[in-house]
Structures are given as C-alpha cells and as structure tokens.
C-alpha cells in the first residue's frame, strides 16, 4: 500500500499562487510516477500535471505556463506550484501515485480544495 498527504490547497483570489505537495509513504516502488490531477464541480477529472516514469513532465494545455510540477526524489513528494490562477482553476487537486511491479497499481490522495475567487 502507498499513503499519499497532499497539502497546499485554500482559498487564493484571482491572478494569487498556491503550492501543493504530495508526499508518497508506504510501498514505494522503483518504478513509478506522481503527478497532480482535478476534478471540478460536474466535470470529469483531469490531469493538470504529471511526471511520467522516464521523468518527463505533462501539463494540460490550459495550464502550461502557470504550473510548474518538481520533485524531491529522497522526500517522495511532489509539488506543483501554481501561479497566476483562475477561477476556472477552482477544483479539488488530487494526487495520484503510480507504481509498477509489475503488475501497475494506482493511488489517490484524498484531494484538497483550491478555490479561486474572481
């Protein structure tokens, strides 16, 4: 089993910055990936940022240039930094966690909410 804490989420206005985190415990394994992912009031969930398992990154279109995805390999924490936010960014951020065995086995966090006022 892998535990993931996410934290960072709030309230921030318009055009404001927030970071989340997300630190990985449990089994962590060799091979894997984190990254972030949000769902919206009535929306499907959908990746925002990701690190892949060669160590690349993906950014949804509509974030690319305001969010910024890093990591602390030693800490197994990932943080995105979010910058210059919108409203249409309101969402619960969820971090996901993906590991290989094989087979592949997948978590969530719990998700934290971040609210971005006009």
């Known amino acids: 089993q892998v535990q993931l804490v996410e934290s960072g989420g709030g309230l921030v206005q318009a055009g404001g910055s927030l970071r989340l985190s997300c630190a990985a415990s449990?089994?962590?394994?060799?091979?894997?990936?984190m990254g972030w992912y949000r769902q919206a009031p009535g929306k499907q969930r959908e990746l925002v940022a990701t690190f892949t398992v060669v160590g690349s990154t993906n950014y949804a279109d509509s974030v690319k240039g305001r969010f910024t995805i890093s990591r602390d390999n030693a800490k197994n924490t990932v943080f995105v930094q979010m910058n210059s936010l919108k409203p249409e960014d309101t969402a619960v951020y969820y971090c996901c966690y993906t590991g290989w065995g094989p087979p592949k086995y997948e978590y969530w966090g719990q998700g934290t909410q971040v609210t971005v006022s006009s």
């Open positions: 449990g089994r962590i394994f060799s091979i894997n990936a």
